[in-house]
């Protein structure tokens, strides 16, 4: 996590850092702030990751370690679903969603629908399935 | 359903168990079949192998685009198509090509396939968010294309949708929108598949497969997810924005209310040049794999590879006015100086494929062929880049047909890389392999093609033709340099039809791969082809960044690339313990 999370920081000091010199340099506020913008996108993981580092007690987990075995992952990883329709539906809902933009808003009605069908199915299947 | 999932069991050490024949005990999956299965799935592999077909598809739509206005282009006064039909056609040939075939097929189609192999993940991250962006990407591409059914015909105001000529007085048409919304949907799909790859690499990575043994096809890939998180969300709020200008009588891309049109552009931009490199380092990836391999050597600077791919993430948010030189509102010092460090990762990585051929015992594959076409090709387009980053010879080249084969190089190798991808890999996902003789006569097809095409285009943007003209001036020598440009699309082309036949050919006469047909380095040729479902029944120790090739050949480890570090390590420890 150590490196992950620094890898993150440093992107986004150097978009900073860069974006300081830019905005000085050009005085374009365009630019200024979308680089500014890319200052927060990287210190917000990056330095999420270190704090959670650091709150594990800076415990390097078996894929950080050079010298990790395979046995010593022994055990459950996470529960992976196998299958499931409410990506498909959710994702029409939102293909509806954008033809009501284009074509009228009488489409907003099964874009609604199909929405809230695929997230209560989603939330429902979560609930299911596996045992974590 | 959902599924605990256990981490694969370990294969000891030196045992030479053929771990290829025990898949007898592999767990059957009840799940459904047939269509159902493709709407249902979330296994990482489906979904994969649909971004592929589907992104293979918009290449072909594209390119059939390309060649209606290579035809157009033979003579100078032809009117093959109108011009109105004219511009819909360019619009949406760079459409497609950029938004649907060649970034999907990079960041979502492969990746999504080999990411969670490479690291010895059962899957991505998350499954389920993977599967939509799949079925936003679908959509998106459906929404884009049916602007040719529309009344006033699709989007005609170039791939890069410049303001004023997309405001809702210049371009009214119904296919404006449709291409506005098309990208809402794909923007979406792209940013989710950037949070699944990230969260993939950060979490999911086998025991032992530290961030620095990492296949650099997936280091690649962690570097474009983080570029998609920081780059996609400025494209489509700037989308966003140009539909309120459009539909809800904002101003803010229109002089009229006090709005500022250039402002389109530094968005677009902000988004356009990272996007350039999302597309190129998934392929930098590709043939970073395949060199190696066909080499029969480690990969030549591993960390230096690294370095450069993470310095090219970092530089290539600081270059995207390249593209405004000639608005005179720019800085041009500053994206001048950017643009041309960021030639030098680039070259670096240059070296380092060499480098790792250098010496090597080299096997001529289509594969390899592809990435050696790529190489070149690839270094074409990078070397007159340079020459566009400099403001005054970018004054004098800027939108002419210099610029188009400037990045139709850089593109052109990137569809070499995505060949040499799916040679490399299509064993893996099939159980099959491609036919190689047909495989090696179209890759000289495609290379010669694109180089018979772009090399006149650079002549002819050099003599001052502008880019996007339907008819141009009579003039001979522009006329034969187009001529000979149509000659090389014509040969891509036929180079494209060739795979078909490959693919169908190599389908019907399926010969059988194994797990392991090419002597790989990384986990994917551990498991079987294709994989079982959620990938491996067990794993080989990992000590190195060629797992694979430790297993099979533990008289030939391979040499860890910080293994000096490493050492220093050790004998310090040793030190500090003889001291106590
Ligand atoms: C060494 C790195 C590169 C440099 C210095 C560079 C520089 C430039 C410059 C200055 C332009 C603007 C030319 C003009 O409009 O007057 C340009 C255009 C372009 N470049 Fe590159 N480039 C590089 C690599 C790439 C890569 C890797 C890609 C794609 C994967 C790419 C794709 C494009 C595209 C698509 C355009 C044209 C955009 C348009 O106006 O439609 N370039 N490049
Ligand atoms: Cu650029």
């Known amino acids: 996590m150590k490196f992950e999370g620094t890898v993150l920081t440093l992107l986004g000091v150097f978009y900073g850092l ?79 969603g954008v033809l009501a933009l284009v074509f009228g808003t009488w489409f907003a009605f099964p874009a609604i629908a199909l929405g809230v069908m695929a997230m209560a199915g989603f939330t429902a299947e979560s609930r299911r399935g596996g045992d974590i | 359903m959902t599924d605990l999932i256990e981490r694969p069991v370990s294969t000891s050490d030196g045992d030479n168990v053929d771990h290829g024949t025990e898949t007898s005990h592999h767990h059957d999956h009840h799940g459904p079949t047939g269509i159902m299965k493709w709407l249902t799935s979330t296994d990482h592999k489906v979904i994969g192998l649909s971004y592929t077909v ?86 998106g591409s459906i929404t884009m294309l049916s602007g040719f059914l529309v009344g006033g015909g699709a989007a005609n105001f170039g791939w890069v949708g410049y303001a004023p000529l997309s405001s809702a007085a210049n371009s009214p048409g119904t296919g404006a929108d449709l291409w506005i919304c098309a990208l809402l949907l794909t923007g979406f799909s792209a940013i989710f598949s950037g949070v699944n790859l990230v969260a993939t690499i950060f979490y ?20 474009t997810g983080i570029l998609i998180l920081l780059a996609f969300p400025v494209l489509t709020a700037g989308l966003i924005m140009l539909y309120c200008d459009r539909h809800f009588g904002t101003h803010i891309y229109t002089v009229q209310g006090g709005g500022v049109p250039l402002l389109w552009q530094h968005i677009f931009w902000f988004w356009g040049h990272p996007e350039v490199y999302i597309l190129a380092l998934p392929f930098f990836g590709i043939v970073t794999e395949i060199f190696p391999v066909f080499s029969k050597k480690p990969v030549f600077g591993y960390r230096g590879m690294v370095f450069a791919t993470l310095t090219i993430a970092a530089l290539s948010l600081g270059v995207w006015a390249h593209h405004m ?7 041009l010092p500053f994206f001048s100086i950017m643009s041309l460090l960021i030639a030098v990762p680039t070259g670096i990585k240059m070296f380092n494929w060499i480098g790792t051929m250098w010496g090597g015992k080299v096997h001529y594959s289509t594969a390899m062929l592809m990435s050696m076409g790529f190489l070149f090709t690839f270094l074409i387009g990078g070397i007159t880049g340079i020459f566009l ?54 890759f000289w097809f495609l290379f010669i093609g694109t180089q018979l095409f772009t090399f006149p285009l650079y002549l002819v943007g050099l003599h001052g033709m502008p880019r996007r003209m339907a008819n141009y001036p009579i003039n001979p020598s522009w006329q034969t340099l187009n001529e000979w440009g149509s000659v090389g699309a014509i040969l891509i082309g036929i180079s494209m039809v060739l795979f078909l036949v490959n693919v169908i050919y190599s389908w019907k006469k399926p010969v059988v791969a194994g797990d392991n047909p090419w002597d790989g380095h ?5 498991t079987t082809s294709p994989p079982p479902s959620h990938n491996f029944l067990s794993l080989p120790p990992i000590h190195s960044e060629r797992p694979t090739w430790d297993y099979n050949h533990p008289d030939h480890l391979a040499i860890e690339h910080n293994h000096k570090k490493q050492a220093k390590k050790s004998a310090k420890a040793s030190a500090a313990s003889d001291a106590s």
Request: one cysteine or more; glycine letters at 10%; hydrophobic letters at 50%.
């Open chain 1, 18 to 96: 860069m974006g300081a010199v830019y905005w000085i340099w050009s005085k374009d506020d365009t630019g200024g702030v979308m680089l500014v913008g890319a200052l927060a996108l990287g210190l917000l993981p990056g330095l999420y990751l270190l704090w959670w580092y650091r709150r594990s007690g800076k415990r390097l987990r078996t894929e950080d370690r050079q010298d990790a075995t395979i046995e010593e992952g022994a055990g459950v990883i996470s529960s992976f679903p196998d299958s499931s329709i409410w990506p498909f539906v959710f994702a029409m809902g939102c293909f509806m």
């Open chain 2, 54 to 139: 589907t992104s293979l598809i918009m290449m072909i739509i594209g390119g059939a685009f390309a060649e209606i206005i290579r035809a157009q282009l033979v003579s100078p006064t032809s009117n093959l198509v109108s011009f109105s039909q004219y511009n819909e056609l360019f619009t949406m040939h760079g459409s497609v090509m950029i938004y649907l075939f060649v970034g999907p097929f990079a960041f979502a189609g492969l990746a999504n396939y080999l990411i969670p192999i490479q690291i010895g993940a059962p899957d991505m991250a998350f499954p389920r968010l993977n599967a939509f962006s799949y079925w936003l990407y679908l959509t």
């Open chain 2, 204 to 223: 999911l990575r086998a025991p032992g497969m530290t961030l620095f043994r990492m296949p650099i096809f997936t280091w690649n890939m962690l570097v």
């Open chain 2, 325 to 331: 030189f000639t608005t005179g509102a720019v800085l």
């Open chain 2, 389 to 442: 980053a400099s403001p005054p010879l970018d004054f004098f080249t800027h939108d002419t047909y210099y610029v188009v084969a400037h990045f139709h190089s850089v593109v052109m190798a990137l569809v070499m890389g995505a060949l040499a991808g799916i040679y490399f890999w299509a064993p893996k996902m099939t159980g099959h392999m491609m036919h190689e003789g047909i495989g090696k006569i179209q």
């Open chain 2, 522 to 526: 990384t986990l994917e040729w551990f």
